[in-house]
């Protein structure tokens, strides 16, 4: 049996309901993403909150909430496949319990493993790669931060705490456009938003001034003795200059 | 924004991108102010053209220096530029660039402008500025000027998360060539103060202390008013506390703790830089040293800077011979071995062969060396042991360790678990079992390893022909970089 959900997180702890529950799954797929397969049966799968809380219970109480994050950052992640890492996962460890994170030896332990360290990676490097802006809202002429990126893994969610605890005197707003979402924070609060349209704002007359001291210095302090570019973009990803004044050009 | 703002911060951070460390690591803190924070593990922001990240906006506060080091840009004689930074102006910049979440936070070097203490103050003023009228709480190293005084490396060091002295030579006489107004004393009085002040930190605060509860200010820590180490230079005895008129009047017992920047002196720990190969030592007594300044000083890091020659000097290595990036690399993984692996630098180098082998890592030389010890069986290894293995690392060892205790490990397990099998399998068993193939002996090994690391160079520079690396300059000096420390002992 197929299962289709509608890419929610509660969705997909319904499938995994019934996967225990109505048939084993052989597939789970988000709705965007499934292709007709004429060899299996494809059900479509209503999210149900009571369903998707009780797997959530059994993964909390069998296994571990340490563990039951971990699926969760698989599930943020863009690994391929991802539900059936992660229902292979929640079933290995309604085995084992909670040593199922020591057995690193395991395939199925291990693939979710690199997934959570992708996005564990990732919102690494973004805490440093996010570049923010100065900006004036065109309406009330306040200033805010603002930042475009765009993520490869889901991971809106997990930068936030660090970066409302950072500029937590200052509005700011990262809007990952890829995906059409936006972090919105001030003074330490923060929430998730789907942030489809532009902003009605404009860079403030500081900021381009202060864009060209940053690529100037940035320019200064590269070693023209140990060039060597190859390490640099294996640090930084040729797929984030794009958003990045220093190597972008501004 | 003042219109000489572009040409300083490239002046100056062209003058101060020698200096190696950028970490902005070893202090976790939430924002305690209106702005910024720290993560234990710092976090990069960007990385140059060199492949170096850059955290923290280094730079230099003036690079008119009244000193006349040998190897030095800045030095006193040579031709170029002298800018020097305002702190107010310099604290603005640090702010503006840190909400774009340009940097991590401030590395504040300078020249020595006028006298150490001069300068000092101007460094301080740019600190305090940033830390008490901007709010800033994020992170702060602060370069350290050899004879500064002891009040003033106190007041910076509340203000600053890291501190780091450049030791700047491996051995005196070197420093004494090179650096001749540098006197090493001067460089170790800040040194030990440092050390001896987070050691008494760190006894004031332990459980069952009753000072623990005590407000910042008379902790004995926050010295600003005590005079703790007023007047006794560097070498404080560590009795001079119970000596110490306390201020009167505060509380005895604070009912929270005050959590603010200025709580500790240098969270961060201290750090320290040497330059290599302008100078002759050997690389053993280059390990030497540094780990007598790890036992001695309790420092996070000694880290290593391969000479760029920018200087033509009679005692320096000739401007054409290239920056010792090898060496540097070599030297580094043996100072991973000795922070990380429980390694000595008497295992790492012995007094008959005194220089690294620049072809393989320390680590396979140290395991061929002792060949007898070999395989360890990973089963049953202590975490030292697992150590010991070329290819382990603490990630992969405590890896293994933790999956012993729920089911064994086998062999197919280890490339999972991180284990880089091309060089453990010859130094490893599991369950019994060697997985090595023949070549059991110290000197075949020796040759596969050679050859991997060839092809493995010689991938790379099919992969990337523009740029010259460490392989090329090898080649082309034919073989290492030995000959021009003979040709520098020549010029001696």
Same mark, same amino acid.
């Given at each position: 049996?197929n299962?289709?959900y509608?890419?929610?997180?509660?969705?997909f702890?319904?499938?995994?309901?019934?996967h225990?529950?109505t048939e084993?799954?052989?597939g789970i797929?988000?709705?965007?993403?499934?292709?007709?397969?004429?060899?299996?049966?494809?059900?479509?799968v209503e999210?149900d909150a009571?369903?998707?809380e009780?797997v959530?219970d059994a993964?909390?109480?069998?296994?571990?909430?340490?563990d039951?994050?971990r699926?969760?950052k698989?599930?943020?992640?863009?690994e391929?496949?991802?539900?059936?890492?992660?229902l292979?996962?929640?079933? +290995?460890?309604?085995?084992h319990g909670?040593k199922?994170?020591?057995?690193?030896?395991d395939?199925?332990?291990?693939?979710a493993?690199?997934a959570?360290?992708?996005?564990g990676?990732?919102?690494?490097?973004?805490?440093?790669?996010?570049?923010?802006s100065?900006a004036?809202?065109?309406?009330?002429g306040?200033?805010?931060?603002?930042?475009k990126?765009?993520?490869?893994?889901?991971?809106?969610?997990?930068?936030?705490?660090?970066f409302?605890d950072?500029?937590k005197?200052?509005p700011?707003? &990262?809007?990952?456009?890829?995906?059409?979402k936006?972090?919105?924070?001030y003074?330490?609060?923060?929430?998730?938003?789907? +942030?489809?349209?532009?902003?009605?704002?404009e860079?403030?007359?500081d900021?381009h001034?202060?864009? +060209?001291?940053w690529k100037?210095?940035?320019d200064?302090?590269? &070693?023209?003795e140990?060039?060597?570019?190859?390490?640099q973009?294996?640090?930084?990803?040729?797929?984030?200059?794009?958003h990045?004044?220093?190597?972008?050009g501004? | 924004?003042?219109?000489g703002t572009f040409e300083? /911060?490239?002046?100056?951070?062209?003058?101060?991108k020698?200096?190696?460390?950028?970490?902005?690591?070893?202090?976790?803190r939430?924002?305690?102010?209106?702005?910024?924070s720290?993560?234990?593990a710092?976090?990069?922001?960007?990385?140059t053209?060199?492949?170096?990240?850059l955290?923290?906006l280094?730079?230099?506060?003036s690079?008119?220096?009244?000193?006349?080091?040998? !190897?030095?840009?800045?030095?006193?004689?040579?031709?170029?530029?002298?800018?020097?930074?305002e702190?107010? %102006?310099?604290?603005?910049? @640090?702010?503006?660039?840190?909400?774009?979440?340009?940097?991590?936070?401030l *590395? =504040?070097?300078s020249a020595?402008?006028?006298s150490?203490?001069?300068?000092?103050?101007r460094?301080?003023?740019?600190?305090?500025?940033?830390?008490?009228?901007?709010?800033?709480?994020? !992170?702060?190293?602060?370069?350290?000027?050899?004879?500064?005084?002891p009040?003033?490396?106190t007041q910076i060091?509340?203000?600053?998360?890291? =501190?780091?002295?450049?030791?700047e030579?491996p051995?005196s006489?070197s420093?004494?060539?090179?650096?001749?107004?540098?006197?090493?004393?001067?460089i *170790? #009085?800040p040194?030990?103060?440092?050390?001896?002040?987070q050691m008494?930190q760190?006894?004031?605060?332990?459980?069952g202390?009753?000072?623990?509860?005590?407000? #910042?200010?008379?902790?004995?820590?926050?010295?600003?008013?005590?005079?703790?180490?007023?007047?006794?230079? #560097?070498?404080?005895?560590?009795?001079? =506390? @119970?000596?110490?008129?306390?201020? @009167?009047?505060?509380?005895?017992?604070?009912?929270?703790?005050?959590?603010?920047w200025n709580?500790? *002196?240098?969270?961060?720990?201290?750090t @320290?830089?040497? /330059?290599?190969?302008a100078?002759p030592?050997s690389?053993?007594?280059?390990?030497?040293m540094?780990?007598? =300044?790890?036992r001695? *000083?309790?420092?996070?890091?000694?880290?290593?800077?391969?000479?760029?020659?920018?200087?033509?000097?009679?005692?320096?290595?000739s401007?054409?011979?290239p920056?010792?990036?090898?060496r540097?690399?070599?030297?580094?993984?043996?100072?991973w071995?000795?922070?990380? !692996?429980?390694?000595?630098?008497?295992e790492i180098?012995? %007094?008959?062969e005194p220089n690294?082998?620049?072809d393989?890592?320390?680590?396979?030389?140290?395991?061929?060396r002792?060949?007898?010890?070999?395989?360890i069986e990973?089963?049953?290894?202590?975490?030292?042991?697992l150590l010991?293995?070329?290819?382990?690392?603490?990630?992969s060892?405590?890896?293994?360790?933790?999956?012993?205790?729920?089911?064994?490990?086998?062999y197919?397990?280890?490339?999972?678990?991180?284990?880089?099998?091309?060089?453990?399998? !010859?130094?490893l068993?599991?369950?019994?079992?060697?997985h090595?193939g023949?070549?059991?002996?110290?000197?075949? /090994?020796?040759?596969?390893?050679m050859?991997?690391?060839?092809?493995a160079?010689d991938?790379?520079?099919?992969m990337?022909?523009?740029?010259?690396?460490?392989a090329?300059?090898?080649?082309?000096?034919?073989?290492?970089?030995?000959?021009?420390?003979?040709?520098f002992?020549a010029?001696l």
């Amino acid at each position: 049996m197929n299962y289709i959900y509608d890419n929610t997180y509660e969705g997909f702890l319904t499938c995994a309901y019934h996967h225990w529950y109505t048939e084993k799954a052989e597939g789970i797929f988000p709705d965007e993403l499934y292709q007709l397969d004429l060899c299996r049966y494809a059900m479509s799968v209503e999210t149900d909150a009571a369903k998707a809380e009780r797997v959530l219970d059994a993964v909390n109480a069998r296994i571990s909430t340490w563990d039951a994050e971990r699926i969760y950052k698989v599930f943020c992640s863009n690994e391929p496949e991802k539900e059936m890492k992660m229902l292979r996962y929640i079933a +290995l460890g309604f085995r084992h319990g909670p040593k199922i994170r020591l057995m690193h030896g395991d395939p199925v332990v291990k693939a979710a493993e690199a997934a959570e360290q992708r996005v564990g990676r990732e919102v690494h490097r973004l805490c440093g790669l996010v570049r923010f802006s100065e900006a004036r809202d065109g309406i009330s002429g306040n200033t805010l931060l603002y930042a475009k990126v765009e993520l490869d893994n889901d991971v809106l969610e997990f930068i936030a705490p660090h970066f409302s605890d950072r500029y937590k005197s200052e509005p700011f707003v &990262i809007h990952d456009v890829s995906r059409g979402k936006g972090l919105f924070a001030y003074g330490g609060e923060w929430e998730v938003m789907p +942030l489809e349209a532009a902003l009605p704002i404009e860079a403030s007359e500081d900021e381009h001034g202060y864009r +060209l001291l940053w690529k100037g210095y940035f320019d200064a302090m590269g &070693i023209r003795e140990r060039a060597n570019p190859k390490t640099q973009r294996g640090f930084m990803p040729a797929r984030y200059w794009k958003h990045l004044p220093e190597v972008s050009g501004l | 924004m003042e219109s000489g703002t572009f040409e300083k /911060l490239t002046v100056l951070g062209e003058s101060a991108k020698y200096d190696v460390s950028c970490s902005s690591s070893g202090h976790a803190r939430v924002n305690v102010g209106r702005i910024g924070s720290a993560a234990c593990a710092g976090i990069c922001h960007t990385w140059t053209s060199d492949g170096r990240c850059l955290s923290l906006l280094k730079v230099l506060l003036s690079n008119d220096c009244v000193y006349d080091c040998k !190897y030095c840009v800045n030095r006193r004689t040579a031709d170029g530029a002298r800018r020097t930074f305002e702190p107010k %102006e310099l604290a603005e910049l @640090t702010i503006e660039f840190y909400r774009r979440n340009y940097i991590e936070g401030l *590395f =504040l070097s300078s020249a020595v402008l006028v006298s150490p203490d001069h300068t000092a103050e101007r460094m301080y003023e740019c600190l305090w500025l940033l830390r008490e009228v901007h709010g800033f709480a994020g !992170y702060i190293h602060a370069k350290i000027v050899p004879g500064v005084s002891p009040e003033l490396l106190t007041q910076i060091g509340l203000v600053a998360d890291r =501190l780091s002295v450049n030791i700047e030579m491996p051995t005196s006489q070197s420093l004494s060539l090179l650096a001749p107004q540098k006197k090493p004393e001067a460089i *170790f #009085a800040p040194m030990t103060q440092i050390t001896r002040t987070q050691m008494e930190q760190r006894t004031l605060k332990a459980a069952g202390n009753m000072q623990r509860l005590r407000p #910042a200010g008379y902790e004995g820590i926050d010295m600003g008013g005590t005079g703790l180490y007023v007047g006794e230079g #560097a070498g404080g005895e560590a009795g001079a =506390l @119970t000596s110490t008129p306390r201020k @009167t009047g505060g509380h005895i017992v604070s009912e929270s703790r005050r959590k603010t920047w200025n709580e500790k *002196f240098a969270p961060a720990g201290q750090t @320290t830089q040497m /330059l290599i190969g302008a100078s002759p030592e050997s690389d053993r007594q280059i390990l030497h040293m540094s780990e007598a =300044l790890y036992r001695r *000083f309790t420092m996070k890091r000694v880290y290593f800077s391969a000479y760029i020659p920018v200087v033509d000097a009679p005692e320096l290595p000739s401007l054409l011979s290239p920056p010792p990036l090898r060496r540097e690399h070599r030297l580094y993984q043996a100072d991973w071995l000795l922070r990380f !692996y429980g390694f000595s630098a008497d295992e790492i180098l012995t %007094e008959t062969e005194p220089n690294l082998d620049y072809d393989l890592d320390p680590k396979v030389i140290w395991a061929l060396r002792h060949i007898d010890a070999f395989p360890i069986e990973v089963n049953t290894a202590s975490e030292a042991e697992l150590l010991r293995i070329p290819g382990i690392g603490n990630v992969s060892a405590r890896r293994i360790l933790r999956q012993r205790r729920v089911q064994k490990v086998r062999y197919e397990d280890l490339k999972k678990m991180g284990v880089v099998m091309k060089r453990a399998r !010859y130094f490893l068993t599991c369950g019994g079992r060697y997985h090595g193939g023949k070549e059991q002996e110290a000197e075949k /090994l020796r040759t596969v390893f050679m050859l991997e690391s060839r092809a493995a160079e010689d991938a790379a520079a099919l992969m990337n022909p523009g740029t010259l690396n460490a392989a090329d300059i090898r080649r082309a000096l034919g073989g290492g970089e030995k000959p021009q420390i003979s040709l520098f002992e020549a010029s001696l």
